[in-house]
């Protein structure tokens, strides 16, 4: 009995090791696969997006998708490509704290629990710019610009585990003059460069 134990934990511990050397590889999405942890993506659309955020009944005040493929290479220089992301910044549009996959709901429990951002150090001050740079809005429901914060939430439906739960926990968020901004990473239709958005979803 240890000894199964000891192999199936032996060979859990190479998956992951697997994974994180080589998240990209074939085998490694069909392991994702079968956890439910990653579905092949496919092109999305504003009314798509908004269906899926209205049945989920998910609160927002602003949709934005990516404005084309050219901005997911350049977020992965920015270091923001784990999905799903979350932003939070300050009234200054300084970011003050941000996380990425499994975090993101850690992150943003502990934002809700404890609002008072005196411990928090603004750490960036090109990030929201640079963000914003590279988002098309689909809907903006607020556009006034006096929030004491901001969040960005950034998911996709080709990672539909974790972007399910981050979903889920924006429920949780009180609307004190909070921002609340979500981000689609999903191809979207319409993009140009349609070989480089297909070979992107291949590797």
């Known amino acids: ?14 998956l992951v090791i697997f994974i994180f050397l080589d998240p990209g590889n074939i085998a490694t999405k069909f392991i994702l696969r079968l956890t439910g942890d990653y579905v092949p993506p496919k092109y999305e659309s ?15 005040d602003r949709v934005y998708s990516l404005t084309g493929a050219k901005a997911i290479e350049e977020l992965k220089i920015k270091k923001i490509s784990t999905i799903p992301f979350v932003h ?17 709901k850690w992150t943003l429990l ?22 914003l740079d590279r988002l098309r809005p689909i809907l903006i429901k607020s556009d006034q610009d006096t929030f004491d914060y901001y969040v960005f939430a950034g998911w996709a439906n080709w990672t539909p585990k974790l972007s399910n739960k981050l979903l889920e926990q924006m429920r949780t968020i009180k609307r ?15 993009w140009e460069n349609v070989d480089t958005i297909q070979s992107m979803s291949k590797k």
């Open 46 to 60: 504003n009314s798509s997006i908004l269906t899926q955020l209205e049945e989920k009944e998910i609160q927002f």
């Open 88 to 104: 939070i910044y300050n009234e200054q549009k300084l970011l003050m704290t941000n996380a990425a996959g499994d975090e993101c």
């Open 110 to 131: 502990k934002f809700v629990q404890n609002l008072d951002s005196s411990g928090l150090i603004a750490m960036d001050s090109s990030m929201y710019p640079f963000l």
């Open 176 to 190: 004190q003059n909070i921002c609340l901004s979500l981000i689609n990473m999903d191809f979207q239709q319409g």
């Open 1 to 14: 009995m240890k000894k199964v134990i000891l192999y199936s934990v032996g060979v859990l511990i190479l």
